[in-house]
């Protein structure tokens, strides 16, 4: 067996902090980020008190719904350096993804899908990763400094670290907003193991503004700067995974996956500038597709249309559930119907059940003569068949 020869280390450039900083700000915009901020990790004893403590008051109140991961590793998640030990500073890189259109013009559209504008191209997840990992290659091929790369998945709380960093500042409906990019920012995180001098934070612009908190279609905002969570839409359509109540269907409206109500009508948007990346535009399979088409994906269709897009990670089952509630509250019943029935007697008992309530919603009339109570094996199904029934009586 032959050896290669050991391949030689190369020499750590030296730089000062200010110089290392500046460097990594350069590297990271050529690469595509469009921001770059610096913030130390280690917390003043009074900021991470305050994180956990409103960490523990959404916890407390149960907003997380079914996200019962947010409540472990809870030091962690506010606490850079509780994650990592050695991690000293925090560099938050952001990317804009601000939509060419008003994402509030589908909505009234209600026979297309609304499909929230961060999901309409390339999965986010792994734009950001790919641009992490280059970043951090190149500072440890540079300059040999410990770091770990962190995107969304990671138990961190982005939003307060970007707003240390000066990229923005948590407004009213919880995201950070921007001076220079409105709402429209992905958020990811290098941490880094030497401490680089820290750009200003940022501090809150909301003023007397509310405009967030009164678009909200399900009204997931208790108060201003606090969200509950299990109430809202892109909660509702990609995280929670059974069917969703019923006095929240109809609030859905033609939102089949996430929800920009609250970001859109942000007046700091004025000054957002189109993305840049072209990974993240809208590809044209999923900016604005018509429901009664997307009610007929098997599973082999849903997993081709969705390669490499956020979508295709809830799976085809908790997607058609979404699209049969937007069925159902179509007001184009001649497009809706036949998609409805198509999808009455689908595998999955999760589509079934949404399925008869769009049916209800749609041709109540119709929900005597094409019950399936007796046949259905289901107990759930067999609720909705039930309640479809009510419905139709009070609709007589
Ligand atoms: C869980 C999660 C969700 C949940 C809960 C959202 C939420 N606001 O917490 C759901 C599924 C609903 C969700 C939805 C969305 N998400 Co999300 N989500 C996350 C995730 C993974 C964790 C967030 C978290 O820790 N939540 C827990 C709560 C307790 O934290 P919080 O919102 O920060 O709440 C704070 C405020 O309430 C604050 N607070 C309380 N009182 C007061 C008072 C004042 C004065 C202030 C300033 C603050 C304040 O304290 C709390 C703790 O800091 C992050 C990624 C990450 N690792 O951080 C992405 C993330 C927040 N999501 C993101 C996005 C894009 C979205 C959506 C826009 C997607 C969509 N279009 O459908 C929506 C927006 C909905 C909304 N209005 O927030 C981006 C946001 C980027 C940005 N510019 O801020 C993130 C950062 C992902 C990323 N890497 O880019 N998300
Ligand atoms: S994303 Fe939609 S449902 Fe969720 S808080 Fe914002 S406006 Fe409300
Ligand atoms: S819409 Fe108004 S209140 Fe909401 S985040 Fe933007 S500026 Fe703040």
New binding site residues.
């Given amino acids: 067996m032959s050896r290669r020869p050991p391949v030689p280390k190369r020499k750590p450039k030296p730089a000062s902090p200010a110089e290392l900083r500046d460097a990594i700000r350069d590297e990271a915009l050529r690469l595509g980020f469009d921001a770059v901020g610096f913030a130390p990790a280690n917390l003043a004893p009074e900021a991470r008190e305050q ?1 956990l403590q ?2 523990g008051e ?1 916890l407390g109140a149960g907003w997380q719904g079914d ?1 019962g991961w ?1 409540g472990e590793r809870t030091e962690q ?1 506010a606490d850079p350096q509780t994650l990592w030990q050695d991690a000293k500073t925090v560099v938050s890189l952001a990317i804009n993804y601000a939509p060419p259109t008003d994402p509030l013009e589908i909505l009234r559209v209600d026979e297309r899908a609304a499909i ?3 999901a309409q191209g390339r999965d986010y997840h792994e734009v950001m990763k790919s641009k992490l990992k280059a970043l951090g290659r190149f500072i440890w091929d540079t300059y040999r400094h410990g770091l770990k790369v962190f ?2 998945t ?1 138990p ?5 670290m970007a707003q240390m960093a000066g990229h923005g500042w ?1 407004g009213k ?4 907003v921007s001076r220079r990019f409105g ?1 429209w ?4 995180e290098i941490l880094l193991s030497v401490e680089l001098p820290a750009d200003q934070p940022e501090s ?1 612009h909301c003023g007397q503004c509310r405009a967030c908190l009164d678009i909200c279609p399900t009204q997931a905002f208790p108060a201003p ?3 509950e ?1 299990r109430r ?1 839409i ?2 509702l359509t ?2 929670h995974e059974g069917p969703i109540d019923r006095e929240l269907r109809p609030l859905l409206g033609n939102r089949i996956y ?3 109500d ?2 859109a009508v942000c007046p700091w948007n004025k000054f957002a500038q189109e993305a840049r990346e072209t990974a993240l535009m809208p590809r044209p399979a999923l900016n604005a597709p018509l429901l009664a088409e997307l009610a007929t994906l098997d599973d082999a269709a849903f997993r081709k249309r969705f390669a490499g897009t956020a979508i295709k990670r809830i799976g085809r089952d908790r997607f058609l559930r979404n699209v049969a509630y937007a069925l159902g509250n179509s007001t184009s019943r001649d497009d809706a119907l036949p998609a409805i029935e198509g999808l009455l007697d689908d595998s999955s008992p999760l589509v079934r059940g949404s399925a008869v309530w769009a049916l209800s919603q749609v041709a109540p009339e119709q929900v005597a003569q094409r019950q399936r109570t007796a046949q259905e094996a289901d107990p759930k199904v067999r609720a909705e068949w039930r309640e479809a029934l009510v419905t139709r009586k009070a609709h007589e």
């Fill in positions: 994180r409103r960490l959404f996200m947010l998640r929230s504008v961060y995107v969304d990671a961190l709380m982005e939003k307060p948590q409906h919880t995201n950070l709402s920012l992905f958020l990811g809150d700067y606090r969200l969570a809202c892109s909660y990609i995280e996430g929800c920009d609250c970001l």
